[in-house]
């Protein structure tokens, strides 16, 4: 499971390397499966594929996978996957050359197969003797997602508008893809800023706003996670949100993080993300979990805030709410079972 907990760095697309987006506070939890972050460059999802696959160190917080940072460690940065927004392939002769060099830098036995392979599964396996310079740039693009999807027992794929800009490989292809690595294991992140792609493709959809998760809103007023419909993924999906208050006294911190922490271990979150406020501000905590029913979810909620020391817990939640704060745990989103509507 990949684990950002208050994440912000910013990314490097913009010209001359200047900053395109960013992403401030970011934390959240994705397990196997594939997921979608929807948003725009300028909402950061660019700064957050860089910083998530270790190519940028964060200005603060942290991301981990089994308690390692893809940034400082090389041996894990191997078993990821990243389709950047430009292509960066390595130098050589032609494209089969450079195939093949990115294979063997990621430790396959035989690279020559595996770059063989991938090309083939993607259908652009008549490029294998292109020079590179002669490549358009979705030619190049279409190069990089091979690469990118051809990688073997990766921990964690990420995708950066795979449909777009990309010269030859049919959208079935790159599905077919995306799913086969979901299904053996791997934690598959798509970034788009369609919510067609969103809605056909996601386990789990999660909004990325002015650098923020959040449960937005469309220009034109509507949730932009109520926008989504959700014809493809898992057949039965529920998300409940629960608010965790600090104490009265000051003497606790709210438990958004704590909570945030054993809901990962639960076999039921499918995903999870909280917010919480900046240290020493006594403000309400958020905590949002994904999974195959309402009352799975809430039943993961309530054991984790039970596992939680008591004296980090903060207010009750009734408490809360007779202060005005929200406390319970409310419904969020949810998605018809059986497919779309």
Do not use: N, Y
Not at 3 to 20: E, F, M, T, Y
Not at 34 to 59: F, M, N
Request: glycine share 12%; charged share 20%; with cysteine.
């Amino acid at each position: 499971m990949i684990v950002a907990r208050d994440l912000a760095g910013i990314d490097s697309s913009g010209p001359r390397g200047a900053a395109r987006g960013a992403v401030a506070g970011v934390s959240l939890a994705l397990g196997a499966g594939l997921h979608v972050v929807l948003g725009a460059p300028e909402d950061g999802t660019i700064a957050l594929g860089e910083l998530l696959a270790g190519h940028r160190a964060p200005s603060r917080g942290s991301v981990c996978w089994d308690g390692r940072s893809p940034h400082h460690d090389p041996s894990l940065r191997r078993r990821i996957a990243h389709l950047a927004v430009v292509p960066d392939l390595p130098d050589a002769r032609d494209v089969a050359g450079a195939v093949r060099a990115a294979f063997a830098a990621r430790g396959a036995a035989d690279p020559a197969r595996a770059g063989t392979a991938a090309l083939a599964a993607l259908g652009v396996a008549h490029l294998a003797s292109r020079k590179l310079p002669s490549l358009t740039h979705g030619e190049a693009r279409a190069i990089d997602a091979a690469i990118a999807l051809g990688a073997e027992d990766p921990v964690l794929v990420i995708a950066h508008e795979p449909f777009a800009d990309v010269s030859g490989p049919a959208e079935s292809a790159i599905e077919r893809r995306l799913r086969a690595l979901s299904a053996g294991g791997a934690c598959v992140v798509l970034l788009t800023s369609s919510p067609r792609d969103a809605a056909r493709l996601a386990d789990d959809v999660l909004v990325l706003e002015r650098g923020r998760i959040v449960r937005g809103a469309s220009a034109g007023g509507a949730g932009l996670l109520d926008a989504v419909a959700w014809p493809g993924g898992r057949a039965h999906r529920a998300e409940l949100v629960a608010h965790f208050a600090p104490r009265a006294d000051g003497s606790a911190p709210s438990a958004g993080r704590a909570v945030a922490r054993l809901l990962t271990d639960r076999e039921a979150a499918w995903s999870v993300s909280w917010d919480e406020p900046p240290a020493g501000v006594r403000a309400v905590s958020s905590v949002r979990v994904a999974g195959p029913d309402e009352a799975a979810c809430a039943l993961a909620l309530l054991e984790a805030a039970e596992a939680v020391p008591e004296a980090d817990l903060g207010d009750p939640p009734q408490a809360a709410a007779a202060r005005g704060d929200e406390g319970a745990v409310v419904p969020a989103t949810k998605a018809p079972s059986g497919g779309a509507p």
